[in-house]
């Protein structure tokens, strides 16, 4: 899932990523933000067999860069470089840079 302001309105799209790490991610979608905009971005991880954690990053960026099909104006997906992100395992926060809750910091 992810949205940015559009003219005062947010605009709100889902995809699916392709590469993803603390630093960014690669985002396949029919409906891409401008390149250069501010985006906020929930990534919901797959649950593994015979685990009951459920993990979901939440992240704001900035688009970098924005893939359009070959000779079409469509759109194929989008480069966001990641600002601030959150990692959130059940109950647990993890912030990249700063500790919040009871765990360990993402340096």
Sequence with gaps: MFWWMDRGTIRRSEGRTRDISEDGAFV?????????????????????????RKTRMEADGQVVRVEQVRGRDECE??????????????NETYERGQRSGDGPQLN
């Design 28 to 52: 396949f979608a029919s409906t891409c933000p401008p390149r250069g905009i501010q985006i906020g971005f929930k990534v919901f991880l797959p649950v593994l067999p015979g685990i009951q």
């Design 77 to 90: 997906g989008f480069a966001i470089l990641t600002q601030h992100m959150v990692l959130r395992v059940n």
